[in-house]
């Protein structure tokens, strides 16, 4: 049972990361079981472990390989694919999380370029401080686009390091 039951909490958790970012929990169910597999699995292999259905799965492996979560795998002589999971959770979060937070800063800042364009030309008091409005946030759309290139562009590790350290540094609180 102990196994059985290590193997359900690891499932039921990369379940609960799926849902949290964003995607179906037959992702994170997919994932756990490939992430403790020791070989490469086949479609029905893994149908059979996740208890979902063929289709559903080879859909969710499909999505899953889009993202680069999984990767498909032939063995010579074989005519069966294989997959194993090839990257860790916190790509998920990448692929999840920052990316769509970065959709959304881009967005925003086409809209205030937008919006700023519409002001030109335009004179008094409320146009003034429209203008100064939408400038403050350029700014500030500005520097989360860079904090999150910055997140996208390197290893948690080092983020972690360069973040201790600056907490760390005396005087530069």
């Given amino acids: 049972m102990g196994i059985e039951e290590a193997r359900r909490i690891i499932m039921e958790h990369f379940a609960g990361a799926a ?6 929990e037959l992702y994170g169910y997919i994932y756990g079981v490939l992430f403790l597999a020791k070989e490469p699995m086949s479609l029905g292999e893994i149908a059979e472990r996740t208890g979902y259905s063929l289709s559903h799965v080879s859909t969710a492996l499909k999505a899953m ?3 680069g979560f999984v990767v498909r795998i032939k063995k010579p002589g074989d005519k069966k694919a294989y ?3 090839t990257k860790l959770l916190k790509d998920w979060r990448q692929a999840a999380y920052y990316a769509r937070i970065l959709e959304d800063v881009q967005q925003m ?15 008094g008091e409320e146009a003034e401080f429209m ?4 400038a403050f946030a350029m700014k500030r759309n500005e520097l989360a686009e860079r904090i999150l290139e910055y997140l996208m562009s390197h290893e948690d590790e080092e983020v ?12 530069k609180r």
């Fill in 65 to 67: 390989e889009s993202l």
């Fill in 83 to 85: 997959y194993k999971a």
């Fill in 109 to 123: 800042k086409e809209n205030l370029r937008r919006a700023m364009e519409e002001l030109e030309g335009e004179e």
């Fill in 131 to 134: 203008r100064k409005s939408i």
């Fill in 19 to 24: 849902r949290r970012f964003g995607f179906s």
């Fill in 160 to 171: 972690l390091e360069r973040l201790i350290d600056c907490l760390e540094a005396p005087g």
